[in-house]
């Protein structure tokens, strides 16, 4: 088929009855489908049931050590844990926190914790500068980018390629703007695109030179282990902070919400020995320990790192299919076109989608009007403006195989119409 640019004027409002006529037939349909978020399913939330199993009225409740899980204590996490989730990030145990059952909450308690108070280094609270920036390679996560917005924090928008952000962007900004104060990063199996930071650009990360002394890299590793169609392996971020001379510049993020349970898992903080220590002392002006049994159960229910793996298998086995269906349906209907391109993952929740600039909004308008429900256009960037108005998030975890087939019809279909729309306007 033509690609819609190559068409006559003639063809094009031909093209857009056929495609209102089908759009129409979805809308009768009734649908009622949510894609907003990348939620697991219940076929993958079923993995982890018999975790709820592994501590009784009868259970020993203590960890490693003898530390009574039950009690009071333990500021940074039973031993027991750290030495899991030490593991999965590949650190030292006195670089690892674990921090109540979810890693965005933290994220968000350390930059209100560093605008009230500074960091390690600071010379002054960041709320104390006359402005605070933070870089933010796009498409990026959401949620990132409203903590930063709620506390009035100004973002940059930084361009990402298949291996990373815009180094030589990064590298220039930080240099010379010492209100500056950091960047997030997903730097494995990024969100949205899925791609995985090449050790080029992470060396190049842990080398900055930034104005700001105290400069954070904000690394949220959610989805060290979320493999669907193979491994792709990271450098390690802490390692390469180290050997660059850096080791305080970074703080890491992760979580276990996506392989058990989604809000009752457990989040855990990597950092330099003297980031951990200063983050201890901080945290014990706001707590006096965690949920340790909740710990406890994940550490029993996992046991180490190679239960982790073969758990994540079972999640890529259930996902892969899905991610199938949304590639072939988009490669069947759409490759060619001129209506847009996506991003094959490798791994995470996310498939991105890049509109015919203009469209991303119509698009996804149009698919709440037949009943999908889809991220907004724009989320993935500061303040909701995508600059050209061509960024779809596509989260198909959740729907079964069945309504991910239907929502994808709606979906492709949405993308042809506004397409038309956007080439027969121009």
Same mark, same amino acid.
């Not at 340790?292 to 029993?300: D, P, T, Y």
């Not at 989320?379 to 994808?408: Q, V």
């Given at each position: ?12 409002s ?7 006529? *089908? ?45 009574? &899980?039950r ?7 039973? #031993?027991?844990?750290k030495?899991?989730f ?5 650190v ?14 933290f ?7 560093a605008?009230?108070?500074? #960091?390690?280094?600071s ?6 500068? @006359? ?13 990132? /980018? ?8 100004e ?5 990402? *390629?298949?291996?990373?952000?815009? +180094? ?15 960047m997030?990063?997903v ?27 105290d400069?954070?890299?904000?690394c ?6 979320h ?20 080791p305080? +510049?970074?703080?890491? /993020?992760g ?17 330099s020995? @003297?980031?951990?220590?200063? $983050? ?29 793996? *073969?758990? +994540? ?5 259930l ?23 996506w ?6 929740y996310f498939? $991105?989608?890049? *509109?015919?600039s203009?469209?991303?909004k ?8 037949a009943?999908?429900?889809? $991220? ?8 909701g ?5 061509? &960024?779809?998030?596509i ?14 019809? #709606?979906?492709?279909t ?13």
């Amino acid at each position: 088929m033509k690609p819609f640019n190559a068409m006559s004027k003639e063809e094009l409002s031909k093209e857009k009855e056929a495609l209102s006529a *089908a759009f129409a037939a979805h809308k009768a349909k009734g649908l009622s489908l949510n894609m907003a978020r990348g939620k697991p399913s219940n076929e993958q939330i079923a993995l982890s049931m018999s975790m709820l199993d592994v501590l009784t009225s009868s259970s020993n409740c203590n960890a490693e050590g003898g530390a009574d &899980c039950r009690n009071y204590g333990e500021l940074t996490g039973i #031993v027991d844990a750290k030495k899991l989730f030490s593991a999965y990030l590949d650190v030292a145990l006195d670089e690892i926190i674990i921090v109540g059952s979810t890693s965005l909450t933290f994220m968000y308690d350390c930059m209100a914790r560093a605008m009230l108070t500074g #960091v390690l280094g600071s010379e002054r609270p960041w709320m104390k500068e @006359e402005t605070v920036k933070f870089l933010c390679p796009v498409p990026g996560y959401d949620r990132h /980018f409203s903590i930063c917005q709620f506390l009035g924090i100004e973002m940059v928008n930084i361009p990402t *390629a298949n291996d990373g952000p815009d +180094m030589d962007m990064i590298e220039k900004l930080v240099a010379s703007d010492p209100q500056i104060k950091g960047m997030w990063c997903v730097p494995k199996y990024s969100n949205p695109s899925g791609i995985t930071y090449s050790d080029k650009v992470i060396r190049r990360l842990a080398a900055l030179k930034p104005a700001a002394k105290d400069f954070r890299v904000f690394c949220d590793n959610a989805y060290a282990v979320h493999e669907v169609y193979g491994d792709v392996p990271l450098l390690n971020p802490l390692a390469a902070f180290k050997e660059a001379g850096n080791p305080n +510049m970074l703080y890491m /993020f992760g979580s276990v919400n996506k392989m058990t349970f989604p809000g009752a898992g457990v989040g855990f903080f990597a950092a330099s020995k @003297e980031n951990i220590a200063f $983050t201890t002392q901080q945290l014990s002006m706001q707590a006096i320990g965690w949920d340790k049994l909740n710990m406890l159960r994940h550490v029993r229910f996992f046991k180490d790192i190679n239960g982790i793996r *073969a758990h +994540m298998k079972k999640h890529a086995a259930l996902l892969r299919p899905k991610f199938d269906a949304v590639l072939q349906k988009m490669e069947t209907e759409l490759a060619g076109r001129g209506a847009g391109e996506w991003i094959k993952p490798d791994g995470g929740y996310f498939i $991105t989608f890049f *509109a015919h600039s203009g469209c991303a909004k119509r698009i996804v308008s149009l698919c709440k009007e037949a009943g999908v429900i889809m $991220t907004d256009a724009g989320a993935m960037y500061p303040y909701g403006k995508d600059p050209n108005d061509s &960024c779809i998030r596509i989260a198909p975890s959740f729907p079964s195989l069945t309504d991910l087939g239907a929502a994808m019809e #709606v979906f492709c279909t949405a993308v042809k119409l506004a397409t038309v729309e956007r080439v027969l306007a121009s």
